[in-house]
């Protein structure tokens, strides 16, 4: 059974950096497209940014195209969010998800990992 665990999360000044990461365990990452979704108070969960098994399709939301670069390391069974110029409306829980596609669709990912909270402060 795969398992997805977040890491990286944290609090942040608005124009800093962070970088999440996600392992899969239980079966190795070059099997599924992954996602990072995030999720604020109050809002629905929102497409970040997709990859495909083998790097070669990458996918982010209008909203954080030129900050945030997805990637993985298959070698390493983890994926990353590498995120710039953070601002106070990043804030969110980031989820890291597995699936057959690269899709801003959550409904595409079968797997899901626990969420890590990210703060950016004004």
């Known amino acids: 059974q795969v398992q997805l665990v977040e890491s990286g999360g944290g609090l942040v000044q608005a124009g800093g950096s962070l970088r999440l990461a996600c392992v899969v365990s239980?079966?190795?990452?070059?099997?599924?497209?992954m996602g990072w979704f995030r999720q604020a108070p109050g809002k629905e969960r929102e497409f970040v940014a997709t990859?495909?098994?083998?790097?070669?399709?990458?996918d982010s939301a209008d909203s954080v195209k030129g900050r945030f670069t997805i990637s993985r390391d298959n070698t390493k069974n983890t994926v990353y969010l590498q995120m710039n110029s953070l601002k106070p409306e990043d804030t969110a829980v980031y989820y890291c998800?597995?699936?057959?596609?690269?899709?801003?669709?959550?409904?595409?990912?079968?797997?899901w990992g626990q969420g890590t909270q990210v703060t950016v402060s004004s």
């Open positions: 998800a597995a699936g057959f596609t690269t899709s801003a669709n959550p409904t595409h990912y079968y797997r």
């Open positions: 990859i495909s098994r083998d790097s070669v399709t990458t």
């Open positions: 239980g079966r190795t990452s070059s099997d599924y497209n």
